[in-house]
């Protein structure tokens, strides 16, 4: 729990967030060896970052010329801070913040590639072993492994600090670190591939980063709009599963089985969201969590808002234009205006070729056709659907609707 918040402050001092990791650790060592025999101390956060401090000091001095060294690292002031006593640590607790902040914002560094940023946020961040990550992404340690090096080598190489963007470099930059959070949202919202439709620990891990940006940057309504709409998304996990975890879509879900105190957690995000963002409109992620919260505030499918639904589309498309929006756009309209409107904007998106390869192209249209009473040519659908698409779970239901089963 406090394994970000020491490596944040102890790379401020060194500059690397390699080294920083490293020094972290071995303070952690220490604890293991000293806690046993002396007890736990009164304040362990605090300990445990004086201790890795104390290591960076002891490092930089080792250096052969310590003056160029610091001048590298940053000012003589951070050698101050680097010797506060664990009296003086809850004076400094709001500087630890902004440094957690930074090394979020490093470790999301564009400089990086998208599985990078992922994997290094999940290890540094999220304090997921290289294991655990692995795992959860169907790859090898050893990938992770020098996936993760190689970042942090890059972050060095490119001499990227620990410090929360200014001015006209934070939007850029917020967007690259709330994009990442929600890339392992919906990787466990919806996995790719694999056995298993949902994968729970990567939804949980999103969810609580997300609460750590909204404590860290509480002014950001990006921040509590992506909380907002991953809180609501997870609010259904439990039924969006079957007896034998086969997937069970949005209007087919029992919603006595939806989380309401999680979303009642989410609506509240989502109005001071809406409240930060009224000098500058709304952002992509609170109108996603807009969308959302029309559907955790129907208590049945029948009841659904599906024309507040379309609009809400209409002003994404024009905030982040993109095909996939308007495929569901075509979604919302089928239930707002019939499902014939709603085909004709799918059979343009499938003339542009835009989602070629994309699987819910296919199974959207395959809907539409089977609710239009085109049944040979829905099932078609279904089928192209199921070769496109590459988890197991989902395959196997889109097979099902392909041979009329569902």
């Known amino acids: ?52 401090r104390r290591r960076a000091i002891d490092r930089i001095r080792r250096d052969v010329n310590l003056a160029s060294k610091l001048q590298q690292v940053g000012h003589m002031e951070e050698l101050r801070v680097a010797d506060l006593a664990e009296a003086d640590f809850d004076a400094a607790l709001e500087d630890i913040d902004d440094d957690v902040l930074g090394l979020i914002f ?29 795992r959860a992404f169907l790859t090898s340690e050893p990938t992770i492994g020098q996936r993760i090096s190689r970042a942090k080598k890059t972050l060095s190489q490119d001499g990227v600090t620990i410090e929360v963007p200014s001015g006209a470099d934070l939007a850029p930059r917020l967007a690259s670190v709330l994009e990442v959070v929600y890339l392992i949202f919906n990787e466990g919202y919806a996995a790719t591939s694999g056995r298993d ?28 709009g992506l909380l907002a709409l991953m809180e609501i998304q997870a609010s259904r996990t439990r039924a969006r599963i079957g007896r034998d975890g086969e997937p069970v879509l949005l209007l087919d879900q029992d919603r006595t089985k939806w989380d309401w105190g999680l979303i009642r957690h989410a609506l509240a995000a989502l109005d001071r969201a809406s409240s930060l963002a009224t000098s500058t409109g709304p952002g992509p992620y609170l109108l996603q969590a807009a969308i959302a919260a029309c559907h955790a505030r129907a208590r049945s499918a029948d009841a659904t808002d599906w024309s507040q639904i379309v609009a809400l589309y209409e002003r994404l498309g024009t905030v982040r234009p993109s095909p996939v929006i308007d495929l569901n756009r075509a979604v ?17 998106l499938v003339a542009t070729n835009a989602l070629d390869g994309y699987h819910l192209l296919p199974s959207v249209r395959g809907d539409l056709l089977s609710r239009l009473g085109r049944d040979d040519e829905a099932r078609a659908e279904f ?12 395959k196997a239901l889109l097979l099902r609707r392909a041979a009329g089963e569902a």
């Open 332 to 348: 919302a309209m089928s239930y707002a205006d019939g499902p014939a409107d709603a085909l004709v904007v799918v059979d343009a």
């Open 106 to 134: 490093a470790a999301c560094h564009p400089a990086l590639t998208a599985q990078a940023r992922i994997s290094l946020t999940l290890r540094m961040i999220g304090g997921l072993t290289t294991r655990e990550i692995a």
């Open 197 to 224: 439709w949902v994968r729970g620990d990567l939804m949980e891990e999103a969810v609580r980063l997300g609460r750590v940006l909204a404590a860290l940057a509480p002014g950001e309504p990006e921040v509590h």
């Open 383 to 394: 089928a192209r659907a199921a070769e496109m698409a590459q988890n197991d779970a989902e």
């Open 1 to 52: 729990m406090e394994a970000a918040k020491v490596t944040a402050v102890v790379a401020r001092v060194v500059g690397d967030v390699g080294l920083a990791e490293d020094l972290a650790q071995d303070a952690f060592v220490q604890a293991l060896e000293q806690w046993p025999r002396d007890g736990i101390p009164g304040k362990p956060g605090a300990w445990l970052t004086s201790t890795a």
